[in-house]
Nanobody, 120 residues
Framework: QVQLVESGGDLVQPGGSLRLSCAASGSGFSVNTMGWYRQTPGKERELVAAIIIGGRTVYADSVKGRFTISRDNAKNTVSLQMNSLNVEDTAVYYC??????????????WGQGTQVTVSS
């Protein structure tokens, strides 16, 4: 079983910064791609950023140059540094990891979500 625990969501003013963190715990698996998605009411969940085990990163166009994703493979953690936040970044942010189990097929797991609100 894989458990994801997220932290870091908060209320911040436009132009401010936040750092989201997510830790994957459990045993019997290895973590492949780690990422962050976000969702607002009435809209589909969208990819914000992802990082593969080798370190290659992918970003949504809307966050390029402002957000930075990083991971610690030894701790199975992924972080999202968000700078120059604007009101359009307001959403629930979800951590997502793709894992491979040693004795079974892999899967995708989601965190519980953390609210980021950008408002003056």
């Amino acid at each position: 079983q894989v458990q994801l625990v997220e932290s870091g969501g908060d209320l911040v003013q436009p132009g401010g910064s936040l750092r989201l963190s997510c830790a994957a715990s459990g045993s019997g698996f290895s973590v492949n791609t780690m990422g962050w998605y976000r969702q607002t009411p009435g809209k589909e969940r969208e990819l914000v950023a992802a990082i593969i085990i080798g370190g290659r990163t992918v970003y949504a166009d809307s966050v390029k140059g402002r957000f930075t994703i990083s991971r610690d493979n030894a701790k199975n953690t992924v972080s999202l540094q968000m700078n120059s936040l604007n009101v359009e970044d307001t959403a629930v942010y979800y951590c997502c990891v793709d894992v491979a189990f040693y004795v079974a097929s892999g899967g995708r797991y989601w965190g519980q979500g953390t609210q980021v609100t950008v408002s003056s």
